[in-house]
């Protein structure tokens, strides 16, 4: 913990002035939240104050983009219904959100900063400035008086402006909105991590790819398969069962054999072979694009459907990069010290969430 984050701990501001927000994951299922606050019991951990989950229906989100607002706001209504609170920190969805890096000379004013960036936008994206928000990290120059690396996160204005418009009518105040794997990494990466790593958010209809390198995102990538398609290759082979009975299976035998298992392995391969070679692509992609000292070091697992058994073995043994499953408590508490409301398996579908609500108390975002 460095002294910024000890000063936070011990003096902290107002709640008036922190104005902590609720986590609010968006899905195209549905909407995650989660919400902090500080415990000044010296033990420099937050304590969980509302969690829960708001079922939404299938035609409210397509691959990120919202396709009825009133009926999101509905959703949003019932969050803040549950939970009491205004203030809310959303996602975006990675669908829809670019990223590119770039440099520029260090000790530029802000002015000139966002000058420069929104010139090189539509030579890195296919956006134009007046039809795009975007957001900067700014890295420490390598060599001394160098170049300063920066990392640029750019959305259409229609995104961004459509979950606006579903807050506001929900009567709720947005603090920030902020693609997935940003907030993922804030919870499941110890903090000061300078490692590079591959977050995979294994999620009921999508999985979530983000490289994180040095603690900011620098790639995202989307491929359209998750637990559902594991389902119904389970009943393609087993036959019509309740989704219920078909989430013990993968739960408790998934890909680890056995002679009683060889029918799931079957069904279940081929799909979870479909998602370790897009993510390959992914990772030869990165690997071959960056420096020795960039190269991925390892997989975090998260997501609803990352509770498949085996899985991170699966994926050390056929991508041969360590692959473990996330702490999503880390830099909330100690899990040793406070027990979480929500139990191991079903937390690393609330790590967007986690992620998002840490914003309020984090001092190096």
């Known amino acids: 913990m460095n002294l910024l984050q000890m000063i936070d701990r011990w003096l902290p501001p107002p709640e008036i002035l922190r ?55 509905v959703a949003l209504s019932e969050v803040k219904k549950r939970t009491g609170v205004q203030y809310m920190r959303l996602s975006l969805p990675e669908e829809r959100v670019y990223l590119f890096e770039t440099e520029i000379e260090s000790g530029l004013s802000q002015k000139e900063i966002r000058a420069q960036l929104e010139f090189r936008l539509e030579e890195n994206v296919p956006l134009s400035p007046r039809d795009s928000y975007f957001d900067f990290h700014i890295s420490p120059p390598i060599n001394k008086g160098g170049l300063c690396p920066v990392a640029v996160t750019v959305c259409a204005k229609e995104v961004v402006d459509a979950y606006y418009e579903a807050c ?31 977050l995979i958010d294994f999620g009921k ?8 390198h040095d603690g900011v995102l ?13 389902s119904s290759s ?5 036959g019509e069962k309740p989704e219920s009975d078909l989430t013990a299976i993968k739960n408790s035998s998934g890909l680890v054999k056995g002679a009683d298992k060889a029918n799931y392995i079957e069904a279940l391969l081929p799909v979870i072979s479909s998602v370790k070679d897009e993510v390959q692509v992914r990772l030869n ?15 975090i697992l998260c997501g609803g459907s990352a509770n498949l058994r085996g899985l991170a073995t699966y ?12 702490d999503v408590w880390q830099n909330a508490f100690d899990p040793t010290l406070v027990a979480p409301p929500i139990d191991r398996r079903h937390s690393y579908g609330y790590a967007t969430a986690v992620g998002l609500a840490l914003a309020s108390f984090s001092t190096d975002i």
Do not use: C
Request: glycine share 10%; charged share 20%; no cysteine.
């Open 19 to 73: 104005l902590s927000g609720l986590g609010v994951d968006i899905s195209e299922s549905s909407i995650k939240y989660v919400g902090f606050s500080p415990n000044y019991t010296g033990l420099f951990a937050l304590s969980m104050d509302t969690y829960g989950e708001v079922d939404i229906g299938p035609d409210i989100l397509a691959q990120g983009e919202i396709k009825d607002v009133s009926k999101l706001a």
């Open 168 to 198: 506001r009518q929900a009567e709720i105040t947005p603090l920030s909105f902020e693609v997935e794997s940003q907030a993922i990494a804030r919870a499941v990466l110890p903090r000061g991590d300078r490692g590079t790593r591959l």
């Open 205 to 212: 209809t999508r999985t979530g790819l983000g490289i994180v």
């Open 218 to 230: 620098l790639y995202t990538s989307t491929i359209d398969l998750g637990g559902n398609a594991l």
């Open 234 to 238: 389970l009943r393609r082979q087993l």
């Open 285 to 299: 992609y990165w690997n071959e694009k960056n420096s020795a000292t960039r190269s991925i070091g390892e997989i």
């Open 315 to 326: 994926f050390t043994e056929t991508l041969g990069v360590e692959t473990v499953m996330a």
